[in-house]
């Protein structure tokens, strides 16, 4: 079992910064991708930014959503088994509940877990 939690969501201006975090506990395989997710009222919940374990303490590959290149990044320390996400040049479209997720491989397929979510708001 992989604990996630989550940190750093709030009300923020259009044009403002957030820097969400997410630790992860528990049973940690070396070889994981973590990311974020969003899911705003009436839509499904998507991909924002997922990085892999890599090799070194700051991660590897990065992939991102994009409606977000350019203005979020991801970065992780696997020291730290944690997870950010820095969020600059917000629009009230990014408004969503925020989840971390963990996933690794399982089988002949993955594992994944959430974290419970943080809501992030952006007004105009």
């Known amino acids: 079992q992989v604990q996630l939690v989550e940190s750093g969501g709030g009300l923020v201006q259009a044009g403002g910064s957030l820097r969400l975090s997410c630790a992860a506990s528990?049973?940690?395989?070396?070889?994981?991708?973590m990311g974020w997710y969003r899911q705003a009222p009436g839509n499904e919940r998507e991909l924002v930014a997922d990085?892999?374990?890599?090799?070194?303490?700051?991660?590897?590959?990065?992939n991102y959503a994009g409606s977000v290149k350019g203005r979020f990044t991801i970065s992780r320390d696997n020291a730290k088994n944690t997870v950010y996400l820095q969020m600059n040049s917000l629009k009230p479209e990014d408004t969503a509940v925020y989840y971390c997720?963990?996933?690794?491989?399982?089988?002949?397929?993955?594992?994944?877990?959430w974290g419970q979510g943080t809501q992030v708001t952006v007004s105009s």
């Open positions: 528990g049973t940690i395989f070396g070889r994981n991708t």
């Open positions: 997720h963990y996933r690794r491989l399982y089988g002949s397929g993955s594992i994944g877990y």
């Open positions: 990085i892999t374990t890599g090799g070194s303490t700051n991660g590897g590959s990065t």
